[in-house]
């Protein structure tokens, strides 16, 4: 999370969601390789058990989530909340066996929709963008939004991004920021001087 008001960027650690999935999905291939072997091809009462405890954990985090977000969001009087949506958001493609047992059918539009709730509950508005290009795009350069055949900047590792002046800023938190420009192309007219580049990590639980 970031925001134009001058307060240090947030990240919420997903490794709960990304745990709880990983053993769901791996248990789920090993339960419906076993049914394979034995000619059973519907639903069982196993399965239906793994699926439900692994929504009610995915959900709770999600709950505790948004929750201590809209919490953030009154404490700083942030009356707007833009979020980056992504139609492809890991939901059915391929990106190998590893990652798929990671990430693949993660709710991720439940999360969305528990932050708007919370949200118009306390008065904050709520604003989907696409967030295309927003990770590729150098905020810290003031890089256009848009594709580009060769960028500015460029990621380079998981979590980090490198500006054209050789700067390092966290990845998501340059997403994050060009998501808000995304929204309101105006939301830095002051200037992005002392704007935070690394966050501080907020638990959950």
């Known amino acids: ?9 947030i990240i919420v650690k997903g490794g709960i969601v990304k745990s709880v999935n990983h053993f769901y999905n791996k248990r789920k291939a090993e339960i419906q390789s076993n049914y394979d072997l034995s ?17 009610f954990k995915i959900k709770d985090f999600f ?22 949506h992504n139609n492809e958001w890991k ?12 990430f693949v059918f993660v709710p991720f539009n439940k999360l969305i929709e528990m932050i708007k709730y919370k ?30 055949d060769t960028y500015l900047g460029k990621r ?8 054209l002046s050789e700067k390092i800023i966290n990845a998501d938190v340059n997403g994050a920021y060009n998501i808000i420009k995304k929204a309101f192309p ?3 007219a ?16």
């Open 39 to 55: 000619g059973i091809k519907k639903q069982t009462k196993q399965l239906s058990r793994l699926l439900v405890k692994r929504d």
């Open 1 to 9: 999370m970031a925001d134009n008001i001058g307060k240090m960027p």
């Open 63 to 84: 709950h505790k989530a948004s929750r201590k977000i809209i919490a953030h969001c009154k404490m700083n009087d942030i009356d707007t909340i833009v979020i980056g």
């Open 91 to 102: 939901q059915k493609i391929d990106i190998g066996k590893k990652n798929n047992q990671n």
């Open 156 to 163: 380079i590792s998981r979590g980090l991004f490198k500006t």
């Open 190 to 205: 002051n200037g992005i001087q002392g704007v935070g580049c690394h966050p501080v990590r907020l638990d959950v639980y």
């Open 119 to 148: 949200a118009e509950d306390e008065g904050i508005k709520t604003i989907i963008v696409n967030e295309a290009h927003t990770s590729k795009c150098s905020f810290l350069d003031e890089e256009t939004i848009k594709h580009h």
């Open 186 to 188: 105006n939301a830095f």
